[in-house]
Every structure is written in structure tokens, then in C-alpha cells.
């Protein structure tokens, strides 16, 4: 479940980052908002390095954290409620996600 929380986490700043460029450029937002959205991927870089497992393992994985972050954040931000599909999707991620990380190891 640490490991879990962790890639919510990763997730939610890596959204974060990319999110308030896109208000920027799409919104005409504040250019400013460049300054909390670097801040947020250099957070994001560094959370994922926290990571216990081998990185391209973590990067796979996280993808499919990121997915369901995505969606949630459709709904709770853009006021976007999911559909069947987005929900079925994300939870497919997620099950992948649990794969990858989880699974028994050799080496």
C-alpha cells in the first residue's frame, strides 16, 4: 500500500506540472503559473527516485497510476464525470500496475 501511496502521489505532482502550463497556454492563465508547475515535475522527478524498484519496472508501472490519477482529476477538476469505459480503463491500468509491481521475482 506504501507503494501505492507513493505513485498517488508521483501521479498527482507530475498533473500537476503539466496541468498549470496547459492553463497558461490554453486558459491565458498567468504566466506565472510556470513557476509552481516547474516546481511540481522537479517534485515529481524526485518522487519518483523513491522508488524501490528498478526504473524502467517503476516507469511501466506508473503509467498505470497515472491513468487512474488522470481520471479522477477529469472529474474532480474539469468537473467531468468518468463513464463506464474510463472507470473499466483505468481499473484494467491498475490491475497492470499491480502486476508489474507485485508479482514474484527471481532476481
Known amino acids: 500500500m506504501k507503494i501505492f501511496g507513493l505513485f498517488l502521489i508521483t501521479a498527482l505532482a507530475e498533473i500537476i506540472g503539466c496541468y498549470l502550463p496547459y492553463l497558461w497556454l490554453r486558459e491565458g492563465k ?3 503559473l510556470l513557476v509552481p508547475a516547474a516546481l511540481s515535475l522537479a517534485i515529481f522527478a524526485w518522487l519518483l527516485s523513491l522508488h524501490p524498484a528498478a526504473a524502467g519496472r517503476v516507469y511501466a508501472a506508473y503509467g498505470g497510476v497515472y491513468i487512474f490519477m488522470a ?3 477529469l472529474w474532480a477538476v474539469d468537473g467531468i464525470r468518468p463513464t463506464t469505459w474510463d472507470l473499466v480503463g483505468s481499473g484494467v491500468a491498475l ?3 499491480a502486476i508489474i509491481m507485485f508479482a514474484p521475482r527471481s532476481v
Open 30 to 32: 498567468s504566466v506565472w
Open 95 to 97: 490491475v497492470g500496475m
Open 71 to 73: 481520471i479522477l482529476w
